[in-house]
């Protein structure tokens, strides 16, 4: 049986009769062990460099065969899983981004749920947000229904280099598993791996799935993305107007497709454009023309062939670049063209790229901007239409980790709504937003801050989709009968009724945000190699450098904002703890020195935590300054410090170089110590 190909395309899904570990090739102990190492496993997914020839940037497709076998125990691991859960034969998507090794990786993986009872469905190459929906609206189908889905694998390293793979595993519910499944099946992974009885299980495992099986999942691969697309695109419009009522989704749209349309109208633009990067992701083979389109957007597709990377793979800095000048040519096309967006390789995050009207030209937004604005959407959508606000509005939060900007507390303040906060890493932020639901909270939007896009309910992962839609909603409604525009009710809030005009910009919306500056966490400066390996212990020793440095940090801090105290906070899965004394207990979670000014009014902080995807220490500042002063309008978009506002990034720098400086200083005491 030849190599089986992706209908329509050259992309070879996979060979149904070659076994790809034989008894006489496993990988020896130690290599098991080493690449077992190698490996970063956390709640946020499981990620290695899978390329055989190991090199984090390569493109070659054949996974080493120590990597091979891992697969193998990923699955067999997750298989389990399943099993236990649904106590009958379980049935799992399998999917892939557009990696080389996935469709490798994937054949493993299918072999081992085949070969252990587990039914596969297998899309392909899906972007994460897809495969979830899908297994979400499958999972609610009865036991033993044809289409029914109990978990989803798919094969990815997400924002990780084009070498690197590895899987994030999910149940029904539309996200990762949350902290209390995924940390045994963690350690369930690592047990088989290092098992000798593997070894001998798992050749038998993969030759039980037979080529036949194989050949016939392989064949069904179209059949299943089909549906899957048709899955996620209805899913993306509940999301977008916050209704499963066909009918009240059908008026939103038609309502919003008007708007869009007036709204081009006010910019004499032909159209409302979005130039979408797609970086070779898996997106390109996505819903994302199709649903823009349907709310009357013109939609520019760039670099839209999967697995063709333009560029590096985190829409982070200069990544943003190439979807920047494809704006200005489209602009020059149709003045209409206003946001370009680019995903990452599975496409469950996405960073912006607006038109500056004063600059006459595009600007990428910082990842904690977009946030910014997409909560500033959504919450300004509830408001006007009555949801939140006034005496009889819901109780709401905003759910984020810890390392997001201020600026979120000081939007969510305006419409009198709460902030809650937990450990970095989408499945502790949807858990957080999950339990506050079961207390009463609406909690509409979520997400990331610091990592980039954001989560809007009932989503529980990552999706540019929504947040493009959110940013559409805020620049595109205007005043209709009793309901103000989305900006013009956020200018009203603010005492700034006299500043609007019906032809603003998302320049102008940008300028009355907080003046705020905070550090990229995919800087360069924001990730630190350090030694030592035991994260409570740098902690400590961090405070013993901190608590002598105080005194004349505190003496800047009132200087530069009128800070004078500081609250240490440690945030560990959904918990976050304040007044903490000893910083060591905050483990290996965020650590966060807050500093505020004597009224207790936040206006910077201090975070680290080691990463969960890479083997970094993540350090990053955010300053948010006074949210009273009158900011000016003519501030320009990504800027730093604009005319107008306080200087921001300036105390940023100076702060964060401080920390840098006592994070090593505190890693070079433990290390001695040790």
Sequence with gaps: MPVMKFPGTEFAVGDPEAIPLLPGKLPSPAETRAALDRCIVSASGWRTVFAGDGGGDSLDPEPSPANRFLAGCMALAFSEFLVSRSGRAPVVALGVDTRPTGPAIAGIMARVFLGTGVRVRYPFMIAAPEIMAWTRACALLPAGAAERIDGFCLVTASHNPPGHNGVKFGLGSGGVLAAADALPLAARFRELALDPATRELLPGILEKAGAERLGRLYAGCLREKRLAYSAYLLFSREVASGTDDLTKQEEFFESLSADVARAAGARAGCAFGVVAEMNGSARSLSVDVDFLESLGVTVKAVNAVPGTFAHRIVPEGSSLDLCRVELEKARAQDPGFVLGYVPDCDGDRGNIVAWDDRLGRALPLEAQETFALAVLAELGDLHRSGVIGGLHGAKAAVVCNDATSLRIDRIASTFGVEVRRSETGEANVVSLASALRDEGYLVRIMGEGSNGGNITHPEAVRDPL???????????????????????????????????????????????????????????????????????????????????????????????????????????????????????????????????????????????????????????????????????????????????????????????????????EADAMDAKAL
Aim: overall charge neutral; proline content about 4%.
């Design 466 to 664: 929504a947040t493009i839609a959110a940013v559409i909603k805020l620049l595109s409604t205007r005043d209709d009968g009793s309901k103000r525009g989305i900006f013009r009710s956020w200018l009203g809030l603010l005492g700034r009724d006299g500043d609007y005009r019906d032809d603003f910009t998302l320049a102008d919306v940008v300028a009355t945000l907080p003046a705020a500056r905070t550090t990229g966490a995919f800087e360069e400066r924001a990730a630190l190699r350090i030694g030592t390996v035991d994260p409570a212990a740098l902690k400590r020793a961090f405070q013993r450098v901190f608590t002598r440095e105080w005194p004349s940090l505190r003496g800047e801090l009132m200087a530069r904002t009128g800070a004078d105290r500081f609250d240490a906070m440690a945030t560990n899965g959904t918990q976050e703890r304040r007044g903490l004394v000893d910083l060591g207990e905050a483990g290996g979670g965020g650590l966060k020195l807050q500093f505020s000014r004597p009224d207790g009014s936040p206006v910077a902080f201090m975070w680290l935590r080691g990463s969960g995807t890479e083997p970094v220490l993540r350090v990053v500042v955010d300053v948010c300054l006074d949210p009273s002063a009158r900011v000016v309008v003519d501030v320009c978009l990504g800027s730093e410090a604009g005319v107008g506002r306080p200087d921001a990034a300036g105390i940023e720098r100076f702060l964060h170089e401080r920390l840098v400086a006592m994070v090593l």
